[in-house]
T-cell receptor
Framework: DTGVSQDPRHKITKRGQNVTFRCDPISEHNRLYWYRQTLGQGPEFLTYFQNEAQLEKSRLLSDRFSAERPKGSFSTLEIQRTEQGDSAMYLC???????????FGDGTRLSIL | EDQVTQSPEALRLQEGESSSLNCSYTVSGLRGLFWYRQDPGKGPEFLFTLYSAGEEKEKERLKATLTKKESFLHITAPKPEDSATYLCAPSSGGSYIPTFGRGTSLIVHP
């Protein structure tokens, strides 16, 4: 049984560098979501895809953040010109659509030096 | 704007000491309310979905209930392995995007 997988699990980078994270959803799920979570907070929604279409991106934190899901399978989240405040856990989730529950990966922890 | 408040923020229990966690929400047009468990360094793990007031769901020592303004997660005779952060997340609107609360951090002492 393969759940949602995220890569890398940890990323340490210097301020100003670009970073890219990958998410592989559960294969039969057509919806894919990205969240950010900081210490003591719940996950904060960033964007989501239905198949390859990005249906909501107004809540991406700034224009430095972008996401793609080119063939409706895996997705990538890119942060350009990283800042100290970008340090957080970035979570990916997938679901079967509609009001089906989301299933999360174990996240990528980003640390900005 | 959807709002979710979970209380208490932290809860310490002795093994076997039952208690309840609260999730108060204000959303426009509730589509469903999700409960998740999150262990340190891990992603949230799905527990329950509740769709309408009066609905209840059970799983082992956990029971979730829903009213029009609140949801409760009741923990009966907890064990140390129940220690985790419990998150609630109501969803609303056409996109069904859930809004997560800050969670309740539960520690169960043996």
């Amino acid at each position: 049984d393969t759940g949602v997988s995220q890569d890398p699990r940890h990323k340490i980078t210097k301020r100003g560098q670009n970073v890219t994270f990958r998410c592989d959803p559960i294969s039969e799920h057509n919806r894919l979501y990205w969240y950010r979570q900081t210490l003591g907070q719940g996950p904060e929604f960033l964007t989501y895809f239905q198949n390859e279409a990005q249906l909501e991106k107004s809540r991406l934190l700034s224009d430095r953040f972008s996401a793609e899901r080119p063939k409706g399978s895996f997705s990538t989240l890119e942060i350009q010109r990283t800042e100290q405040g970008d340090s957080a856990m970035y979570l990916c989730a997938s679901s079967g659509g509609g009001n089906q529950p989301q299933h999360f990966g174990d996240g990528t922890r980003l640390s900005i030096l | 704007e959807d709002q979710v408040t979970q209380s208490p923020e932290a809860l310490r229990l002795q093994e076997g000491e039952s208690s309840s966690l609260n999730c108060s929400y204000t959303v426009s047009g509730l589509r469903g309310l999700f409960w998740y468990r999150q262990d340190p360094g891990k992603g949230p793990e799905f527990l329950f979905t509740l769709y309408s007031a009066g609905e209840e769901k059970e799983k082992e020592r956990l029971k979730a209930t829903l009213t029009k303004k609140e949801s409760f997660l009741h923990i009966t005779a907890p064990k140390p392995e129940d220690s985790a952060t419990y998150l609630c997340a109501p969803s609303s609107g056409g996109s069904y995007i859930p809004t997560f609360g800050r969670g309740t951090s539960l520690i169960v002492h043996p």
